[in-house]
């Protein structure tokens, strides 16, 4: 019994140890930017690494952006009803389709500038709810730079 707890904590520590390795991920979905191979709407895992932010799809590097390139970093909400749901809802109840139109529901954009040289692009991007504060913390400490809350950054798909 012994031996086989001690080997399950060595599995169990060696395997945290090779996860602190890895670099930050999140899901984020691409809401439209410079970058034309993608359409808005397409689903991304954006990783943040010391010297890049790399956003990738199917395992395949999509976007690499250098963190020294990066100018700026903004960060805005849209906020709009569930007139859609409530309707939905109403058809079947009507108390709960007017209680569900009082409710309101936010997205979380986070916007990223860079200049690279010649290159010079900039995307927006939709993040989770509970991921948007790591997401903008992340990128202000590897890049150095202050996120903007910018209330006029209300992309539609």
């Known amino acids: 019994m ?4 001690a080997v399950f904590l060595c599995v169990a520590v060696s395997s945290t140890a090779f996860a602190a390795s890895e670099p930050t991920s999140y899901k984020v979905v691409y809401d439209g930017g410079s970058h034309t191979d993608l359409k808005p709407g397409t689903g991304l895992k954006l990783y943040l690494e010391e010297s890049k932010i790399r956003f990738v799809k199917d395992k395949a590097d999509v976007i690499t952006i250098p963190v020294s390139s990066v100018t700026e970093i903004s ?3 849209d906020v709009h ?16 389709g007017a209680l569900m139109a009082l409710t ?10 860079w200049a690279d040289g010649d290159k ?14 790591g997401v903008l913390a992340g990128l202000e400490g590897i890049t150095g730079k202050k996120a903007v809350n910018s209330d ?6």
């Open 75 to 77: 960060y805005g909400q």
């Open 2 to 5: 012994k031996r086989l707890l």
């Open 120 to 133: 010079k692009g900039g995307l927006a991007m939709q993040c989770d709810k509970n991921d948007y504060r």
């Open 81 to 96: 009803r569930r007139v859609g749901a409530a309707i939905g809802i109403g058809v079947v109840t009507l108390g709960v």
């Open 152 to 157: 006029t950054m209300t992309v539609k798909n």
């Open 104 to 113: 309101k529901s936010k997205k979380h954009f986070v916007g990223l500038t």
